[in-house]
């Protein structure tokens, strides 16, 4: 029985952050109506040429950079053809000859300790658009709302070796490229997208075995399940002549837990590159790059060690937060207003991830700025704010984002404006101590007479009537001290 | 360049010319080869491409969204349209 | 399709007594007008936006007449392959509808886009004068794209005077033209800009005083043709020009530009029109189950057979197994014509003289005259007399044609070529209606 080795590389296409497309001033945006971020250039319509958007050669170097990659200086773009009723022009603008980044790296943990997955290249292009089958016309519905969108494809060398290394691998680009703000890459939202290239040799063999690519696979996970079923094929075919291996590209039918040669559609045929003579060269001096070097964050893994090591989070916490960089802005943004670090963390870790996923949006949709929360931590322990209601004014902040408005510099005038302020007025609360003992006095001389848990329902009802506005210190002593007249 | 050739050099951009034109073309290419070859005599081994005929880069536009064009208005010449979609044939996967 | 269809369209505005008139090529874009640039894939095709350079000359003023006649896609010989049909005059002889409406006056410039030398063929025979400009210099945003890194707007016109004012209102930076050069530098072909950097003694804007002949090329044409460049020598001559002739290397490589023009113009054609294809707009056929019939036939039914030419060419010359000695072989032609042209400019001048620039002097086209026939027996001609406008389209210098033949400036030269074009010979060239 041979022992077979799995030789994988990948294709990831990644949806940069940017507002506007690459070639032309169309929104870059998601859930529109079909046709509505378009104009006559990303239709494919005579007269309009193409200007390429700054921000997407920031973002291409920031990727560069944050994989490890040398940045080419001079990167140009060129076009490629073919026929496909999603690509309006009939030819897509990419990088051929000379792309943003090349030679990087992605560390990926295994097993077996630390591995470097080497990235081939880093090229920037656009996306194409998008087509719904109608079933009932049996007619093809084309939406160019994504062609044009910025797209960076990340190539690795075929270095990985596992469905695991592979999971690790996308993970870590994810987490990478979140941090950075290059995109969002979520897969189910398309933003991600891996293309898993594939073969099979006796282990031992230096020689590449026909490779298979596979495409459609909507999640990590889903990536694992073609990974395998298609190793096993691969496997298969040579060791029992099931079938005969050919290079194709194959879909990955995850219902099915299958995969299924896919009509090419790129007919085999040349592409036919030649440099765009409408875009000229985008060259790179030392105060572009240094300017962009300037602006990488701290890897997740460094914020976590100085958690840990300075700040002095459990690794736990830490851990959590530095999967995110919304969270670990906003911790450190909490911090800088002079929030304490675990407080700070708690009402990440336990409060804002429970309004994010009651909301079913995830850490990276984090809209509270860490000044606010660190604002709104000071209120609470000042008593100026109930804890109930502290958690209340965090959802306030959710509200105001969903709204688009954005979050008030003074949370204090803020909390004010929404009414959920605890009440200073002393002689209110004293008035609602007075009348809550007159309403109960059996309940009070229980207490008076010993029974400490008298106090409770005592100190709720007058909770209720202030509707929970006080510091509740200030209550307890105040009805306390009544008690004892 | 051979009828062959030609095919598929046709099947590629989409075209189906006719037996006549095809024989047209064949000769035409024929004579394009010769141009190659005059070409070939031109020594451009220390020369580099010039891809723009006037020095230029960095012509790049800030990231500013803009909408002007309506969808009714794009879609206005669409030989089939349903729904705000371009439709054409049921394409296989 | 009728003979002899000189505009395509007519705009409904009415033409004003006393302000210029401007027709425009079919392969400029205007939204009150259809667009069809010569071809039945077009045919109707209502743009939702202007060209820019439409914008600018309705802000200074004139009237556009409406879409002038061309070749499908204008890189054809003399507009013989328009969809439309060719134009040919009373004796036979293929004109186009740019030289008519200057000729019976019904407009005063004609604003078009040359891309193969189609417009600078034209002047040359029907006498008439020609600028295609420095690229860069007029915005291409709104023309309907074939051969990008060439072609230019370009105009015709009665006289030297007429064009310049037509390129003073089009000349300009333009950030939605990805190619339009500063602000700066565009100035400088219209008469204020140019005046400016004269006085400023800039190199570009010194009178041209030395002229070199393009002796190969002279010799590739007939003997009207020759006829016609000694005139323009000796006119020039007795006006203190100079004259001399380019170094044999140079003429070498003028010989071939064209073969170099041909590939890089096909090439990027055929990529421009891969969007035409019946599915978002224009022409499609009739009956298609799938959609490469879809494709297919539309492409098919639309185009003319020297367009399918061009585009079959243009994908071939790009193909893995081509493209180092087609494609990339041509960029660096390119480049030598380009240092070819520096070297001739720099050159200094035989005796005297040694201020101002230099111009080379060249035919335009080989005959004096063409017919369908000539067309009929040579579909390819725009392929082979291209030679003449080659070496300006594939370097993108400013080209000037008047008196029936043709001068080539450096950079930015355009006002200091169209004031040397006053001393050619006009009547020499005249051609009637």
Not at chain 1, 174 to 192: C, D, H, Q, Y
Not at chain 2, 18 to 40: I, K
Not at chain 3, 24 to 45: E, V, Y
Not at chain 3, 403 to 423: K, P, T, Y
């Amino acid at each position: 029985m041979t022992a077979f080795e799995t030789v994988i590389g990948l294709e990831v296409h990644v949806e940069l952050a940017t507002k506007s497309k690459i070639f032309c001033s169309c929104t870059n945006g998601s859930d529109a109506e079909p046709n509505t971020h378009v104009c006559p250039a990303c239709c494919g319509m005579p007269g309009m040429l193409p200007v390429a958007n700054r921000q997407v050669i920031n973002l291409g170097m920031t990727a560069g950079m944050m994989l490890n990659c040398h940045i080419n200086r001079t990167t140009t773009f060129d076009k490629k053809s073919y026929y496909y009723p999603d690509l309006p022009a009939s030819y897509q603008t990419t990088q051929w000859f000379a792309p943003i980044a090349v030679n990087g790296y992605v560390t990926i943990q295994t097993e077996d300790g630390p591995k470097d997955i080497r990235v081939k290249q880093i090229h920037m292009e656009e996306d194409a658009g998008k087509l719904v089958h109608d079933n009932l016309t049996y007619t093809t519905l084309v939406d160019f709302n994504r062609t044009s969108v910025p797209l960076i494809e990340i190539v690795s060398q075929p270095d990985l070796r596992s469905a695991d290394e592979v999971v690790a691998y996308l993970e870590r680009l994810r987490s990478l490229l979140r941090f950075a703000k290059v995109s969002g890459a979520r897969m189910e939202k398309g933003t991600m997208r891996a293309d898993v290239n594939l073969s099979v040799r006796p282990a031992g063999s230096t020689v590449l075995g026909v490779r298979t690519e596979m495409k459609n696979m909507a999640s990590i996970a889903a990536i694992r399940r073609a990974i395998e079923y298609e190793t096993a094929r691969h496997i298969d075919a040579i060791e029992n002549g099931t079938e005969e291996l050919v290079q194709e590209t194959r879909g990955w039918d995850d219902d099915a837990g299958k995969s299924f040669a896919m009509r090419n559609k790129e007919t085999a045929g040349d592409y036919r590159y030649f440099p765009d003579p409408n875009i000229m060269p985008v060259v790179i001096d030392d105060e572009w790059y240094d300017q962009i070097r300037a602006s990488l964050p701290e890897l997740p893994e460094v914020k976590l060690e100085r958690y840990v090591a300075q700040v002095g989070l459990s690794d736990y916490d830490a851990g959590i937060l530095a999967q995110s960089r919304a969270f670990c802005d906003c911790f450190e943004g909490a911090m800088a207003v002079g929030a304490a670090p675990k407080e700070a963390a708690n009402w990440i870790i336990t409060n804002c991830t429970g309004i994010l996923n009651k909301r079913g949006l995830t850490s990276e949709d984090l809209p509270v700025p860490g000044r606010a929360l660190g604002q709104l931590i000071g209120l609470v322990n000042d008593g100026k704010v109930s804890s109930a209601n502290g958690k209340r004014l965090l959802e306030a902040l959710f509200d105001l984002d969903s709204r688009g408005e954005s979050v008030p510099e003074d949370m204090a005038a803020f909390a004010e404006a929404e009414g959920l302020v605890n009440s200073s007025d002393t002689g209110a609360l004293e008035a609602v101590v007075a009348a809550v003992i007159a309403a109960d006095p059996e309940t009070a001389q229980a207490y008076r007479d010993g029974r400490e848990k008298a106090l409770n329902p005592l100190f709720g009802a007058c909770m209720k009537q202030l509707k929970g506005k006080c510091d509740t210190q200030v209550l307890r002593s105040l009805l306390i001290a009544e008690l004892k007249k | 360049m051979d009828r062959d050739a030609l095919l598929g050099l046709e099947r590629l951009n989409q075209l189906a010319l006719t037996p006549e034109e095809q024989d047209e073309m064949l000769a035409f290419f024929a004579a394009r080869e010769t141009d190659w070859e005059s070409l070939a005599q031109v020594d451009t081994a220390n020369v580099e491409r010039m891809v723009h005929v006037r020095p230029m880069v960095n012509v790049l536009r800030e990231d500013v969204p803009a909408q002007p064009f309506s969808r009714e208005d794009l879609l206005a010449q669409a030989p089939e349209s349903m729904d705000g979609y371009w439709q054409v044939p049921r394409v296989l996967q | 399709m009728s003979e002899n269809t000189l505009f395509i369209t007519e705009n409904p505005c009415n033409r004003t007594a006393g302000r210029p008139v401007i027709g425009l090529d079919d392969l400029i874009l205007t939204q009150d007008a259809a667009t069809s640039a010569g071809s039945k894939m077009l045919a109707g095709f209502k743009s939702l936006f202007e060209a820019r350079v439409v914008e600018r000359l309705r802000e200074a003023g004139y009237d556009i007449a409406g879409k002038a006649n061309i070749g499908e896609f204008g890189f054809d010989f003399l507009g013989e392959s328009s969809y439309f049909g060719p134009v040919v005059d009373a004796d036979g002889h293929l004109a186009t509808a740019t030289a008519k409406l200057l000729m019976d006056s019904s407009v005063d410039a004609v604003v078009g886009l040359e891309v193969n030398g189609a417009q600078a063929r034209s002047a040359a025979l029907a006498g008439q004068v020609h600028l295609k400009p420095t690229y860069g210099c007029v915005s291409r945003f709104g023309t309907v794209a074939v051969a990008c890194s060439g072609e230019t707007v370009d105009i015709t016109a009665r006289s030297t005077e007429d064009v310049q004012q037509v390129l003073d209102v089009l000349a300009g930076h333009d950030d939605a033209d990805g190619t339009s050069l500063p602000a700066r530098e565009c100035v400088r072909v219209t008469a204020a800009g140019f005046a400016e950097a004269a006085g400023a003694g800039e190199a570009f804007a010194a009178p041209i005083t030395h002229v070199k002949v393009a002796r190969g090329l002279m010799d590739a044409a007939d003997a009207d043709t020759k006829q016609l460049m000694e005139a323009a020598i000796q006119a020039l001559s007795s006006e203190g020009v100079d004259i001399t002739d380019m170094a044999s290397e140079t003429d070498a490589l003028f010989a071939v530009a064209n073969l170099a023009w041909n590939i890089l113009m096909c090439a990027e054609l055929c990529n421009n029109v891969n969007r035409f294809e019946g599915m978002k707009y224009g022409y499609h056929t009739e009956k298609y189950q799938t959609i490469d019939e879809l494709y297919t036939k539309s492409r098919t039914e639309a185009f003319g057979y020297l367009t399918k030419a061009a585009i079959l060419y243009g994908s071939e010359v790009l193909a893995t197994g081509n493209y180092e000695r087609c494609y990339d072989k041509s960029l660096r032609i390119r480049r030598l014509v380009s240092e070819a042209f520096s070297n001739e400019f720099a050159r200094g001048a035989s005796a005297g003289n040694t201020a101002g620039q230099t111009a080379i002097l060249l035919p335009a086209c080989a005959k004096r005259a063409y017919s369908l026939a000539d067309v009929e027996a040579n579909p390819y001609l725009a392929f082979e007399e291209n030679r003449f406008t080659a070496p300006a389209a594939i370097t993108g210098l400013p080209a000037v044609t008047a008196g029936g033949v043709q001068l080539i400036g450096s950079a930015f030269s355009d006002v200091a070529l169209l004031r040397l074009a006053n001393i050619l010979p006009a009547d020499c060239a005249g051609k009637e209606a």
